[in-house]
């Protein structure tokens, strides 16, 4: 044999074993023809080999890719298959929204105890006639620093009576606008922010009789917030799992359905 030929056979062998890199079904279609394609512009004396061969090798890259995403297309494009991994997917972005607003619903609502109480039992001294002065606890409570709960007593025009709380040296004012509707509903349970960096779970409920008002108890939403920020991240780290559980179900599933050619 000569330096040609073995060098021929060895070309030929690489391109045989090359082939056996596309899907079976194209393989079964077309490898013969390939193979008799390249065996004869092997022996095309006008062709050189320098020529041919980057001209081989970037035909089978690209074939390999179109040939591959054409397989995974048709194994996995499937209406029915596609249609039900959406459908689990949207499942579980549904079970991973409850898993955060159900227990998120529950910190919140918690975080207004003990601020409940405390506002009814300063609202019924105070209509007793019990002077706002003796009926709030003495102390302050830095509202900037402090998560321990607080009693602000106001005046039916919303000013400041008696106070544990100061923020910045100051007792905090409440907004027109929610004393009318604490006026109109008796009492209101709101998130507060009486500053730019802090955020409380307040209870403000209305006083009557013969010097009406309102009080405020309320309690900082710092911890809270922490204990919101975790659930949030188990709630995503469950919905990333459950979305990769379907991904892996539907591809293990896709490819053991996949058409079968004759």
């Known amino acids: 044999m000569t330096p040609t030929s073995r060098s021929s056979a060895r070309l030929e062998s690489f391109y045989a074993s090359a082939l056996r890199l596309y899907p079976q079904p194209f393989r079964d279609a077309y490898g013969v023809a390939m193979r008799q394609t390249f065996r004869d512009a092997l022996r095309d004396s006008k062709l050189s080999r320098r020529a041919l061969i980057p001209l081989v090798l970037r035909d089978l890259i690209m074939s390999l890719a179109k040939e591959h995403l054409a397989m995974l ?97 100051q007792t905090p004012t409440l907004p027109l606008s929610l004393l009318e509707d604490v006026r109109q509903r008796g009492q209101d349970r709101i998130t507060w922010r009486p500053g730019e960096a802090v955020r409380f779970a307040a209870v403000i409920q209305r006083v009557n009789g013969a010097h009406p008002g309102f009080v405020l108890a309320g309690r900082s939403l710092r911890e809270e917030g922490i204990r919101q920020k975790a659930v949030k991240q188990m709630a995503a780290i469950a919905w990333a799992a459950m979305l990769a559980l379907i991904f892996f179900g539907t591809v293990v599933f896709g490819w053991y359905t996949r058409p079968k050619t004759a």
């Open 73 to 169: 297309r048709d194994t996995f494009a499937r209406p029915a298959l596609v249609f039900n991994a959406l459908v689990l997917a949207g499942f579980a972005t549904i079970l991973a929204l409850a898993l955060y607003a159900i227990p998120q619903q529950l910190l919140r609502r918690g975080a207004d105890d003990p601020q409940v109480e405390m506002a009814d039992n300063l609202t019924w001294q105070l209509e007793q006639g019990v002077a706002p002065t003796e009926a709030v606890p003495a102390g302050t409570v830095d509202l900037a620093h402090s998560l321990s709960p607080f009693l602000i007593a106001y005046d039916d025009q919303g000013n400041s009576l008696a106070s544990q709380a100061k923020l910045n040296g």
